[in-house]
């Protein structure tokens, strides 16, 4: 099975600051990888798909990038809405998650 | 606009079963793969079981393979998933999830999900 390691586990982070979050494959995928944004008591959100594709109504400030092995989620300048936890897809198996917490 | 509402979830001692639902509506349910996922306490997403448009292919994580059964009753627009021989680490909230069409094989709508306790 394919493995999906995500790094880091935790980020502080400010508004406005630019974050990256990282997502690995342990063999490579192409480009099939999905980004997803999960906050307590709300329906997770599709954010990113075919590891670069804004989902419809999600802001600009996300873009993804990447393919084979390594993929990253940007969030340009983040808001405040933006304080979340983060996970990475493939197929059927996420990554362990990444929380974005208030620095 | 896309609506997906689980329910059923509860608290339930080890060895019993319960039935989750998850009712659609905003879109055409029997055209759309449908996923249950699971989060458990202080993890991460887990991927369960999903269900061909037509009912007619299902897969599951080796974890609750026999256990667990997913369905779908397309005329009702609803999906279920029947847990049986439950166990603690079955505690989890539990999401209903679509796969995008198109060929396309994300989750694109999530229901805010229903927390399973499995506990004496």
């Known amino acids: 099975d394919i493995q999906m390691t995500q790094s880091p586990s935790t980020l502080s982070a400010s508004v406005g600051d630019r974050v990256t979050i990282t997502c690995r494959a342990s063999q490579s995928i192409s480009t099939w990888l999905a980004w997803y944004q999960l906050k307590p008591g709300k329906a997770p959100k599709l954010l990113i798909y075919k590891a670069s594709s804004l989902q419809r109504g999600v802001p600009s400030r996300f873009s993804g990038s990447g393919s084979g092995t390594e993929f990253t989620l940007t969030i340009s300048s983040l808001e405040p809405d933006d304080f979340a936890t983060y996970y990475c897809q493939q197929y059927r198996t996420f990554g362990q998650g990444t929380k974005v917490e208030i620095k | 606009e896309v609506q997906l509402v689980e329910s059923g979830g509860g608290l339930v001692q080890p060895g019993g079963s319960l039935r989750l639902s998850c009712a659609a509506s905003?879109?055409?349910?029997?055209?759309?793969?449908m996923n249950w996922v699971r989060q458990a306490p202080g993890k991460g997403l887990e991927w369960v079981a999903n269900?061909?448009?037509?009912?007619?292919?299902?897969f599951y994580v080796d974890s609750v393979k026999g256990r667990f059964t997913i369905s779908r009753d397309n005329a009702k627009n609803s999906l279920y998933l029947q847990m049986n021989s439950l166990r603690a680490e079955d505690t989890a909230v539990y999401y209903c999830?679509?796969?995008?069409?198109?060929?396309?094989?994300?989750?694109?709508?999530w229901g805010q999900g229903t927390l399973v306790t499995v506990s004496s």
């Open positions: 999830a679509r796969i995008m069409g198109g060929g396309e094989d994300y989750l694109d709508y």
């Open positions: 905003g879109f055409t349910f029997s055209s759309y793969w």
């Open positions: 269900i061909k448009e037509d009912g007619s292919d299902t």
